[in-house]
């Protein structure tokens, strides 16, 4: 249950990064992914049992990062295809 926040923060951060350009995209997600992965192990409380909880929730938040961007770009794509003159 503690793991919704961290992905859920990717996701949405996937989604809204989907629209830079690739270079904006590696340095947005990049950074978004280690705030967003150390929040969730402040949050949690994990960081009083060990700090290597952010090694678990960043690549988790950098993950659903990556599933979000795949999402978004595929549905842009889909969507400039429909739009085609014939």
Not at 1 to 16: V, Y
Not at 39 to 52: D, K, N, P, Q, Y
């Amino acid at each position: 249950m503690e793991e919704i926040f961290p992905m859920a923060a990717g996701l949405i951060c996937g989604l809204l990064l989907g629209s830079l350009t690739a270079r904006r995209r590696w340095a947005g997600g990049l950074a978004f992914s280690v705030l967003a992965g150390f929040l969730a192990t402040v949050l949690s409380g994990e960081w009083r049992i060990s700090m290597a909880f952010l090694l678990v929730d960043i690549p988790l938040v950098a993950g659903c990062a990556t599933l979000g961007v795949l999402v978004s770009r595929t549905l842009v794509l889909r969507r400039s295809e429909g739009r085609r003159p014939v």
